[in-house]
């Protein structure tokens, strides 16, 4: 269960980095960027919460 959180956060973090490109690339509208970047850092948020919380108990 921990390797495939792991690989799950990898994959957020991927997609963040693409957001960020897409966006310097295309100069697309920075609003859905932006949008598409904190709903990824905030599943990455959950994710590492929940992960500390299964380590406690």
């Known amino acids: 269960m921990k390797t495939f959180n792991r690989i799950m ?3 957020y973090i991927i997609v963040i980095i693409l957001h960020i490109i ?4 295309r100069k697309q ?3 859905t ?5 904190t709903t990824m850092i905030l599943l990455a948020l ?12």
């Open 9 to 11: 956060f990898s994959l």
């Open 22 to 25: 897409n966006y310097v690339v």
């Open 33 to 37: 960027s932006i949008l598409g970047i």
């Open 29 to 31: 509208d920075l609003t």
């Open 46 to 57: 959950s994710l590492i919460i929940s992960e500390k919380r299964r380590n406690k108990n």
